[in-house]
């Protein structure tokens, strides 16, 4: 945990990325508060705290659904707008008493390569918003994924999703409640393509085309072997599922 030396709640993103750009402060955007998470490397002083913004919705977005930076775990394992599959990592990402504080946005800047839920955004085609001084822009949660430097000087404002098409998960755990070793959660789309996303196969979660190809990090609850292993066969499993469903 970085040491805090001074707190700031903003009650617009103008003001936010004023804070955030100070020169010679180092500072840390605070959305549930259930981590930190100084731009992975830097030590943060200073903390930016985004509740007054007003980004806490779930809402309908041009034939897709919104999930506010600030909406909780929580409102989207409740929301009807939300497909089942995303629903279901969100209840399972976060023991209950966090999931009324850890929200979507410290979601996707976490990164978390174990986090079913992100996989259930990659295979929902999940687009991020991100604003910086030089305006407002859309990025692939997979490309930030990727490369999270991207997010470095702008602010997660939201989350949208695509709705359509048909998805099917599994997973494997140590116990059924444990988080899983490896997840995937799959979709068809409308147009027949199938997307798959894994957790628990790289240090983030990310689609997948080829799971024998994997070389999933090793660690005490499963070997690289192992977690490939698993990812083979969980993928045919929620391919069989999709098929029963199409």
Request: hydrophobic share 45%.
């Amino acid at each position: 945990m970085p040491r805090i030396s001074a707190y700031h709640r903003p009650v617009a993103i103008s003001e936010a990325l004023a804070l955030l750009h100070r020169p010679g402060v180092r500072s840390v955007v605070l959305g549930g508060g259930t981590s930190v998470v100084p731009q992975r490397t830097e030590v943060a002083t200073e903390v930016i705290d985004l509740q007054a913004l007003g980004l806490g919705s779930v809402s309908p977005a041009a034939g897709r659904v919104a999930l506010g930076a600030m909406a909780t775990l929580d409102m989207v394992s409740e929301s009807a707008l939300v497909p089942d599959a995303v629903r279901e990592s969100a209840r399972r990402e976060q023991p209950s008493t966090l999931r009324t504080l850890a929200t979507i946005g410290g979601t996707v800047v976490a990164g978390d390569g174990e986090s079913e839920l992100l996989a259930a955004l990659l295979a929902f085609d999940a687009d991020v918003t991100v604003v910086t001084r030089d305006g407002s822009q859309q990025r692939r949660l997979d490309d930030i994924l990727a490369d999270p430097s991207v997010l470095h000087g702008g602010i997660v404002t939201a989350v949208t999703i695509e709705t359509s098409g048909v998805a099917a998960a599994a997973r494997t755990g140590r116990t059924p409640m444990d988080s899983p070793i490896v997840a995937v959660v799959a979709r068809r789309r409308p147009d027949g393509s199938i997307v798959a996303a894994m957790s628990g196969v790289a240090t983030t979660a990310r689609v997948v085309e080829d799971p024998a190809g994997l070389e999933p990090p090793g660690d005490f609850r499963g070997s690289t072997e192992y977690r490939r292993m698993l990812a083979v066969e969980l993928v045919a499993r929620v391919t069989t599922a999709l098929e029963v469903l199409a």
